[in-house]
Nanobody, 127 residues
Framework: QVQLVESGGGLVQPVGSLRLSCAASGFTLDDYGIGWFRQVPGKEREGVSCLGKNDGSTYYADSVKGRFTISRDNAKNTVYLQVNILRPEYTAVYYC????????????????????WGEGTQVAVSL
């Protein structure tokens, strides 16, 4: 079965940390560009961090630079998003996606050529 499954979300206090995981099955993640996106009700889904396809490029949205780290474990066919020093405004549903996109910037900013989305994992930042 071809799918992406996110995990690792939850309720976290401000300045806490989380590591989100996105596990792929039925295909090889290394063949794609990969991105993490987030969405809150009433707003457009936005790209927060992406890896380009085969080019090694990495993109972070300005709002998360220095706090988020994206990484890939090819042996586990999984991509991670380490989220540090959480803020209440990071509360959202976080989704991973794969795309036939070489540029991490284009993937995150335009969501071009996304082929598959995960179901999302909720992150809530609150006291």
């Amino acid at each position: 079965q071809v799918q992406l499954v996110e995990s690792g979300g939850g309720l976290v206090q401000p300045v806490g940390s989380l590591r989100l995981s996105c596990a792929a099955s039925g295909f090889t993640l290394d063949d794609y560009g990969i991105g993490w996106f987030r969405q809150v009700p009433g707003k457009e889904r936005e790209g927060v961090s992406c890896l380009g396809k085969n080019d090694g490029s990495t993109y972070y949205a300005d709002s998360v630079k220095g706090r988020f780290t994206i990484s890939r474990d090819n042996a586990k066919n999984t991509v991670y998003l380490q989220v540090n020093i959480l803020r209440p405004e990071y509360t959202a549903v976080y989704y991973c996606a794969v795309a036939n996109t070489y540029s991490s910037v284009i993937l995150c900013r335009t969501k071009r050529e996304i082929e598959r989305w995960g179901e999302g994992t909720q992150v809530a930042v609150s006291l």
